[in-house]
């Protein structure tokens, strides 16, 4: 028997149940009762305490929470137990304590070993834990990807191993097929931009502006407009400084001055305040020469020349040009043009760059088709095993003449990769399509199991892969839910002895409504509803000798006290008893 065991759940305010604790056996736990009395929310409890989605609809009518809490004992190093632990939870007396809480609002709590954690970890655990099954995982089992995911299991390392490598260069693919698709779609747009970059920098290359150039031609514009004027304001300002030759009795600034300083100069040394000024006198006429001087200067160099008033107008037209397309000013001109530079060089390397990217994405699309080819291969060898496995199974549970094959095929597509010298559609998860065929007896040709099986054969095919399962990757507990649906007669019994021998080795619960399978149970719980409709704690209780004979004879025949059903309940108890 394995070491995680779910010993007990208490369940108080969720659907049709007040407060009830449900008390399961290590080995095969039954759980029965009448159609509608709560035997489905022993499921859906189970569902939260692992982590499943909180519906607030869930909750009692009239409790403002449901709460659900389980005790698991596991053993000392179990996985569950290290995560549990990193998480800051604490064993109870070697078991673990979970407990789920919802809101009639649809707020969720999840705690585990007395701490608050993430209902996240609680899905976690469940991996490692438990393995639910019911009439919706029945369904899930017909779809394609379920089927693939199956074999996958089954094969473990075999396929886990190139189906990881596959999976990174999968997504190294599609990386790299996105943004070579993101460079190649937008060339037109890329190559225009080029084009207008490449024209503007040319135009400024043509040009050759300097910076600050604007500025400076517009003061010397200014001046060439005004030079008549400049010039006469000049020659005027001289004369008044220095004298007019043209004028020899005029009276000047330079002539006063002078005269000033020499009435002071006389008498200079008979007050020193006075000799001061007549220092200072003496500097103003040195100023006033040396300005007349700069105008003098000023106005001989002044160039009134119209051509190159004409070639400074001209210049700054050609500037004005640029300004009005790349900046305000000659600066911001030159900034642009850098700026563009860099980005035509970015530009032009794209064909560079769509080069190398094509030959990764040839490379990745090479190896990946090898990928493939090792996923096909290794799948093709763990189907057929699987297969066989499966098969042998179904032996047991009254389908001694059906077989199970799995169908590997691959799509042709011109823009897939090459696996087996042809190249076909790929996914995530290979180039595989996966399908379990069914022929339930000789003569009948195999066919998907959506379209060649009864809902009781489904549900057999459905037991035989989980326990095909059980002995290369078991899980500590299993719950099937009504898994008997649309079973009865001798495969009912099957289904019971083989339960029941998979309890051997792990924890079976099973919700069940056929007597066939719960006589096979190691215990019975019976599930009722007291007279106002509710589930109360002492309506589920655990069925032994007469009260266990009263409920599979309400189960074979509708009535309890039938004396041909309570023979036909001990025969079954007898027979179940006398197998194990």
């Known amino acids: 028997m394995v070491g995680v065991v779910l010993e007990e759940m208490r369940i108080r305010s969720l659907g049709v149940i ?3 604790v449900v008390e399961l056996s290590p080995g095969f736990t039954a759980v029965t009762g009448e159609t509608g009395a709560g035997k489905t929310m022993v499921v859906t409890s189970l569902g939260l305490l692992l982590g499943g989605r909180a519906d607030p609809a869930l909750v009692r009518i009239g409790a403002e929470k449901a709460v659900v809490e389980g005790r698991v004992a596991v053993p000392a190093g179990a996985a569950a137990v290290v995560r549990a632990e990193e998480a800051g939870a604490e064993l109870d007396d070697g078991a673990l304590l979970i407990s789920r809480t919802v809101s009639a609002e649809g707020r969720s709590r999840a705690h585990l070993g007395g701490r608050s954690v993430p209902v996240g970890l609680l899905g976690e655990l469940a991996d490692d834990l438990v393995a639910v099954h019911g009439q919706t995982d029945q369904q899930g089992l017909l779809k394609l990807n379920r089927q693939r995911q ?25 990386a790299v097929s996105a943004e070579l698709e993101e460079i190649t779609t937008r060339a037109r747009e890329r190559v225009q931009e080029a084009d207008m970059l490449r024209y503007g920098l040319d135009e400024i290359a043509a040009v050759e502006p300097r910076a600050g150039e604007d ?42 001055v002078a005269g000033a300083q020499r009435a002071l100069e006389a008498v200079r040394a008979h007050d020193p305040a006075l000799a001061a000024l007549a220092d200072r006198i003496g500097e103003i006429g040195i100023l006033l020469g040396d300005v007349a001087g700069e105008l003098a200067g000023y106005a001989d160099d002044l160039d009134a020349d119209p ?4 070639a400074v107008e001209e210049r700054r037209s050609a500037l004005t040009a640029l300004t009005r397309k790349y900046g305000e000013d000659v600066n911001a001109v030159l900034a642009w043009a850098e700026q563009s530079a860099a980005r035509l060089t970015e530009l032009d390397g794209d064909d560079e760059r769509i080069g190398e990217l094509t030959a990764e994405r040839d490379a990745l699309r090479t190896e990946l088709g090898g990928l493939a080819q090792a996923l096909t291969d290794a799948r093709t060898e763990a189907a057929e095993r699987f297969a066989a496995a499966v098969t042998a199974e179904l032996a047991s549970l009254a389908m001694p003449h059906a077989r199970v094959s799995f169908a590997l095929r691959q799509t042709e597509d011109p823009e897939g990769v090459e696996v087996g010298g042809r190249a076909v559609a790929y996914g995530p998860s290979g180039a595989d399509e996966v399908e379990l065929l069914l022929a339930p007896h000789p003569g009948a040709p195999p066919r998907p199991i959506a379209k060649g099986a009864s809902g009781g054969e489904l549900s057999r095919v459905m037991l035989a892969v989980e326990v095909v399962f059980a002995g290369t990757d078991p899980v500590p507990t299993y719950l099937f839910d009504e898994v008997d649906a649309g079973v009865g007669g001798k495969a009912a019994v099957e289904i ?3 339960l029941a021998r998979l309890a051997k080795t792990a924890q079976v619960v099973v919700v069940t409504h056929l007597p066939q399978v719960a006589a096979f149970a190691d215990r019975q719980l019976l599930v009722e509803k007291t007279d106002d409709g509710s589930v109360t704690r002492s309506g589920v209780k655990v069925l032994e000798g007469e009260d266990r004979i009263r409920e599979l004879s309400r189960m074979l025949a509708g009535q309890e006290d039938s004396e041909t059903a309570r023979a036909h309940a001990e025969e079954l108890l007898a027979t179940a008893r006398a197998d194990l």
């Open 18 to 20: 007040d407060d009830a």
């Open 150 to 174: 199956a074999l996958d299991r089954y094969a473990g390392d075999a396929v886990a191993g190139p189906l990881a490598k596959y999976a990174e260069a999968y997504r190294r693919l599609r």
């Open 215 to 256: 500025g400076e031609l517009a003061e010397e514009a200014e001046r060439l407009g005004h030079a008549e004027a400049l010039s006469s304001a000049a020659t005027a300002a001289h004369a008044a400084l220095a004298g007019n030759p043209e004028d020899p009795e005029g009276i000047d600034a330079a002539t006063l």
């Open 307 to 310: 051509l190159r008033l004409s």
């Open 496 to 498: 019971g002895r083989r």
